[in-house]
C-alpha cells in the first residue's frame, strides 16, 4: 500500500515497463532528426508499457533533479516502474525564415526505479 502526501502525485497514475529509449522520447527524437532544436528540461524517455493499462502513455519527462529511488541513470533496456503527475510542455524549433515552432506534450515522472539491466 502507497500513501502519498504530497499534492502533486494526488492525481498520479503508475507506470511500468521496458525503457526502449533512454534518451528521447519519441516525439522529441523525430523533430530533431528533422532539424529541431527542443529545450528539454531533464530527460526525456520512450517506454513499452509492461502489465499496465492500454491507455497508459508510452513517452515521459524526468525533471532535472528527479533522481531514481534505486540510483540507476536510466537506459535503454532497463525495466522502469513508477509515479507520473501532470504534464510539461517542450518547445521544438526549426531556425529557418520564418522560424517554426512544434509543442510537446511528456507526461512528468514525480517518482521513479530502474532495474540494473
Known amino acids: 500500500l502507497l500513501i ?15 525503457i526502449i529509449n533512454g534518451t ?15 529545450m528539454v528540461f531533464g530527460t526525456s524517455i520512450e517506454i513499452r508499457p509492461i502489465g499496465s493499462p492500454a491507455i497508459t502513455p508510452t513517452s515521459y519527462l524526468i525533471p532535472w533533479g528527479t533522481i531514481s529511488d534505486t540510483k540507476t541513470t536510466p537506459a535503454t533496456g532497463q525495466l522502469i516502474m513508477g509515479i507520473y503527475s ?31 539491466i
Open 4 to 18: 502519498f502526501a504530497n499534492a502533486d502525485t494526488v492525481f498520479a497514475g503508475f507506470f511500468g515497463g521496458r
Open 24 to 38: 528521447k522520447a519519441m516525439e522529441i527524437d523525430i523533430l530533431e532528426m528533422s532539424g529541431f532544436q527542443c
Open 86 to 116: 501532470g504534464k510539461t510542455t517542450v518547445t521544438c524549433i526549426l531556425k529557418g525564415i520564418p522560424p517554426v515552432t512544434r509543442i510537446v506534450i511528456l507526461d512528468t515522472v514525480k517518482l521513479f526505479g530502474t532495474s540494473q
